[in-house]
Protein backbone atom coordinates (compact mmCIF):
# COMPACT_ATOMS: atom_id res chain seq x y z
CA UNK A 1 0.00 0.00 0.00
CA UNK A 2 0.80 3.46 -0.87
CA UNK A 3 1.61 5.96 2.27
CA UNK A 4 2.57 9.23 2.37
CA UNK A 5 2.15 10.47 6.38
CA UNK A 6 3.07 13.80 7.47
CA UNK A 7 4.11 14.20 11.16
CA UNK A 8 5.72 16.54 13.81
CA UNK A 9 2.96 19.20 14.38
CA UNK A 10 1.30 20.27 17.52
CA UNK A 11 1.09 23.60 19.82
CA UNK A 12 4.19 26.20 19.43
CA UNK A 13 4.25 29.07 21.09
CA UNK A 14 5.44 32.41 18.68
CA UNK A 15 9.21 32.00 17.97
CA UNK A 16 9.69 28.79 18.48
CA UNK A 17 10.18 26.29 15.79
CA UNK A 18 8.97 22.70 15.07
CA UNK A 19 10.29 20.15 12.32
CA UNK A 20 7.92 17.95 10.09
CA UNK A 21 8.23 15.23 8.37
CA UNK A 22 6.91 13.52 5.67
CA UNK A 23 6.95 9.97 5.64
CA UNK A 24 6.98 7.77 2.84
CA UNK A 25 6.30 3.85 2.58
CA UNK A 26 4.81 1.31 -0.44
CA UNK A 27 7.73 3.55 -2.61
CA UNK A 28 11.11 4.94 -2.75
CA UNK A 29 10.22 9.04 -2.13
CA UNK A 30 13.95 10.01 -3.31
CA UNK A 31 13.50 10.10 -7.53
CA UNK A 32 10.15 12.55 -6.90
CA UNK A 33 10.12 16.45 -5.98
CA UNK A 34 8.56 16.85 -2.44
CA UNK A 35 6.37 19.72 -1.64
CA UNK A 36 4.75 21.34 1.48
CA UNK A 37 1.82 22.77 1.55
CA UNK A 38 -0.62 24.50 3.97
CA UNK A 39 -4.11 25.29 4.64
CA UNK A 40 -5.27 28.20 7.18
CA UNK A 41 -9.48 28.16 7.57
CA UNK A 42 -10.85 29.70 5.53
CA UNK A 43 -7.81 30.42 3.18
CA UNK A 44 -7.12 28.23 -0.19
CA UNK A 45 -4.04 26.15 0.43
CA UNK A 46 -1.11 27.86 0.19
CA UNK A 47 2.08 26.42 -1.31
CA UNK A 48 4.90 26.62 1.33
CA UNK A 49 8.45 24.78 -0.21
CA UNK A 50 9.64 21.90 -2.72
CA UNK A 51 12.46 19.49 -2.90
CA UNK A 52 13.16 18.37 -6.38
CA UNK A 53 14.38 15.34 -7.82
CA UNK A 54 17.73 15.00 -9.23
CA UNK A 55 20.01 17.15 -7.24
CA UNK A 56 17.69 18.39 -5.00
CA UNK A 57 17.22 22.36 -5.00
CA UNK A 58 14.60 23.95 -3.01
CA UNK A 59 12.09 26.15 -3.23
CA UNK A 60 10.77 28.44 -0.55
CA UNK A 61 7.84 30.43 -0.96
CA UNK A 62 8.41 34.53 -0.12
CA UNK A 63 6.00 34.17 2.86
CA UNK A 64 8.21 31.91 4.85
CA UNK A 65 11.70 31.99 3.23
CA UNK A 66 14.37 33.13 6.12
CA UNK A 67 12.44 30.97 8.21
CA UNK A 68 11.51 27.69 6.31
CA UNK A 69 14.06 24.96 5.05
CA UNK A 70 13.48 21.54 3.30
CA UNK A 71 15.63 18.75 3.05
CA UNK A 72 15.60 14.60 2.87
CA UNK A 73 16.91 11.69 4.40
CA UNK A 74 17.07 8.99 1.67
CA UNK A 75 17.99 6.55 4.20
CA UNK A 76 14.68 7.08 6.38
CA UNK A 77 12.50 7.39 3.05
CA UNK A 78 11.34 10.91 4.38
CA UNK A 79 11.37 14.76 3.11
CA UNK A 80 11.07 17.45 6.07
CA UNK A 81 9.91 20.88 6.87
CA UNK A 82 12.16 22.45 9.30
CA UNK A 83 9.99 25.91 10.71
CA UNK A 84 11.58 28.30 12.81
CA UNK A 85 10.44 32.01 14.16
CA UNK A 86 7.11 30.37 13.87
CA UNK A 87 4.24 33.12 13.80
CA UNK A 88 0.44 32.85 14.41
CA UNK A 89 -0.47 33.26 11.00
CA UNK A 90 1.76 30.00 10.29
CA UNK A 91 -1.39 28.09 11.77
CA UNK A 92 -2.45 25.57 9.14
CA UNK A 93 -2.81 22.25 8.53
CA UNK A 94 0.26 21.25 6.51
CA UNK A 95 0.15 18.87 3.50
CA UNK A 96 3.42 16.82 1.82
CA UNK A 97 2.72 15.63 -1.32
CA UNK A 98 4.21 14.22 -4.32
CA UNK A 99 4.64 15.37 -7.94
CA UNK A 100 5.78 11.87 -9.89
CA UNK A 101 7.53 13.55 -13.49
CA UNK A 102 8.26 17.13 -12.63
CA UNK A 103 11.10 19.25 -11.09
CA UNK A 104 9.92 21.83 -8.63
CA UNK A 105 8.72 25.13 -9.82
CA UNK A 106 6.17 27.12 -8.80
CA UNK A 107 3.04 25.98 -6.04
CA UNK A 108 0.47 25.11 -7.92
CA UNK A 109 -1.08 21.97 -6.33
CA UNK A 110 -2.11 20.65 -9.09
CA UNK A 111 0.93 19.58 -10.26
CA UNK A 112 1.42 17.07 -7.38
CA UNK A 113 0.24 13.51 -7.95
CA UNK A 114 -0.59 11.79 -4.20
CA UNK A 115 -1.04 13.99 -0.97
CA UNK A 116 -0.68 12.91 2.76
CA UNK A 117 -3.45 13.68 5.15
CA UNK A 118 -1.87 16.69 6.90
CA UNK A 119 -0.62 17.92 10.45
CA UNK A 120 -2.00 20.39 12.51
CA UNK A 121 0.04 22.98 13.46
CA UNK A 122 -0.81 25.62 15.92
CA UNK A 123 1.27 28.87 16.78
CA UNK A 124 -0.33 30.15 19.89
CA UNK A 125 0.29 32.38 23.37
Known amino acids: QVQLVESGGGLVQPGGSLRLSCAAS????????VGWFRQAPGKEREGVSCISRGDGDTNIADSVKGRFTTSRDTAKNTVYLQMNSLKAEDTAIYYC??????????????????WGQGTQVTVSS
Open 97 to 114: AVDWTHYCSGFAASAYDY
Open 26 to 33: GFTLYPYS
